[in-house]
């Protein structure tokens, strides 16, 4: 085989993280809106404040997203090359299903 057992674990938790419809659509939404406050993500998602932290505190417990504080506002951003490429290829499966 070509990938070790630690490799293949890496890409499992990745893959875990992901696999809720409300991150992936926060990550997909950041990946194509640009960098973003909680607030503009609730307003797209259509969920109470809290809910989209609590999704977003794993996305960066996952070293997913950054956020970055900007006065009172935290910005979030991704910074995984691995989940935006997942992320992207996922979502052109999906565009493709859609025809």
Do not use: W
């Not at 109470?48 to 970055?68: D, M």
């Amino acid at each position: 085989m070509e990938f070790n057992y630690k490799e293949l674990e890496s890409a499992a938790e990745l893959l875990k993280v992901l696999a809720h419809p409300v991150r992936l659509c926060i990550v997909n939404g950041l990946i194509k809106n640009g960098p973003q406050n909680v607030s503009k993500m609730q307003g797209c998602l259509d969920m109470p404040q809290s809910t989209v932290s609590q999704h977003l505190q794993k996305l960066r417990s996952a070293g997913i997203i950054t956020g970055e504080r900007n006065g009172l506002e935290i910005i979030y951003r991704v910074s995984s090359e691995e989940a935006e490429k997942l992320v992207l290829n996922l979502m052109t499966i999906i565009d493709k299903d859609k025809l």
